[in-house]
């Protein structure tokens, strides 16, 4: 089995920072892409960023220019770093991660079990 253990979460001011991190630990053979999504209440689970094997990157264009997205392959673990931060940052945050357990079988998809970051003064 893989398990995604995410940390780093918690109560920031508006304009400030967090980084948060999503390692993953288990059955891996090999991890694809790794990336974030958030899910504010009432409001439906977006993608955040992605980060490809070979560090290319996506971002939505709410975050771009204030979140950067990073994987260190060797720790199977990848972060998210957030200035800059807003009030409409605040969500649930969820890692994932698209791994492969065994040679020959398709990834799939595991996730985090969500971390929650609020921006309120």
């Known amino acids: 089995q893989v398990q995604l253990v995410e940390s780093g979460g918690g109560l920031v001011q508006p304009g400030g920072s967090l980084r948060l991190s999503c390692a993953a630990s288990?059955?891996?053979?090999?991890?694809?892409?790794m990336g974030w999504y958030r899910q504010a209440p009432g409001k439906q689970r977006e993608l955040v960023a992605t980060?490809?094997?070979?560090?290319?990157?996506v971002y939505a264009d709410s975050v771009k220019g204030r979140f950067s997205i990073s994987r260190d392959n060797a720790k199977n673990t990848a972060y998210l770093e957030m200035i800059s931060l807003k009030p409409e940052d605040t969500a649930v945050y969820y890692c994932y991660a698209e791994v492969t357990t065994r040679f020959l079988d398709p990834p799939r998809n595991y996730w985090g079990q969500g971390t929650q970051v609020t921006v309120s003064s």
């Open positions: 980060v490809t094997r070979s560090s290319n990157t």
């Open positions: 288990g059955s891996i053979l090999r991890i694809a892409n």
